[in-house]
């Protein structure tokens, strides 16, 4: 079985503060892919970053970085210097290879970002 | 980047009428296509699968009769929500994807928010 669990349901930062959004998983497959989206009021998903199970390297763009650690199955997501802008919900997701490209969400971390 | 489009992006309809959503893909063929719920501050559910030329596969729990699901081209599916209920109400995403491998990128709609009265 496929889970994602992101146990942070909300967090609220001032900004400019680095914020840590955790993502632990779970799957069976030797070959999976990590996923992180934004959600904002709108409701549209803003895709953040795809990582394949293969690549451990970390990642980072601009504020955002992530690490991705398999002995922990963990893909933690970063903001660096939060901005209000930054206010969104975010979902952490994980499609197996041999699961038909079926995206398994975790329950999402509302983040607040304060002036 | 690819873009997917839905339509409508909001409807609003009385309880036991029947609503269809469409969801396009605009610069790609997409052979899959998703169909998530979402309800309010919840996570993003998965419906059902289809495939284009074929039946849907729906998940489990998900009623078959109740959520129609078309997808005749390559290009287009739609989700009809039959005699509607208020329970029914929720914001309805589609995502689709080029090709069948399962390492290929799902591309999201903007979403449709359903409110049935």
């Known amino acids: 079985a496929q889970k994602v669990t992101q146990a942070q349901t909300e967090i609220s930062v001032v900004e400019k503060e680095d914020v840590t959004l955790d993502c632990v998983y779970e799957t069976r497959d030797t070959t999976y892919y990590l996923f992180w989206y934004k959600q904002p009021p709108s409701g549209e998903l803003v895709f953040l970053i795809r990582r394949n199970s293969f690549d451990e390297q970390n990642e980072i763009s601009g504020r955002y970085s992530w690490n991705f650690q398999k002995s922990t199955s963990s893909f933690n997501f970063t903001i660096t210097a939060s901005q209000v802008v930054d206010s969104a919900v975010y979902f952490c997701a994980l499609s197996g290879v041999n699961q038909g490209g079926k995206l398994i969400f975790g329950q999402g971390t509302e983040l607040s970002v304060k002036p | 980047g690819a873009v997917v489009s839905q339509h409508p992006s909001w409807v609003i309809c009385k309880s036991g009428t029947s609503v269809k959503i469409e969801c396009r893909s605009l610069?790609?063929?997409?052979?899959?296509m998703f169909w998530y719920r979402q309800f309010p501050k919840q996570s993003l559910m998965l419906m059902a699968t289809s495939n284009e030329g074929s039946k849907a596969t729906y998940e489990q729990g998900v009623e078959k009769d109740k959520f129609l699901i078309n997808h005749a081209s390559l290009t287009l599916s739609t989700l009809t929500v039959t005699s509607a209920h208020p329970e029914d109400s929720s914001f309805y995403i589609c995502?689709?994807?080029?090709?069948?491998?399962?390492?290929?990128?799902?591309?999201f709609g903007p979403g449709t928010r359903l409110t049935v009265l």
């Open positions: 995502s689709a994807r080029e090709g069948k491998a399962g390492y290929n990128e799902q591309f």
């Open positions: 610069d790609f063929q997409a052979t899959t």
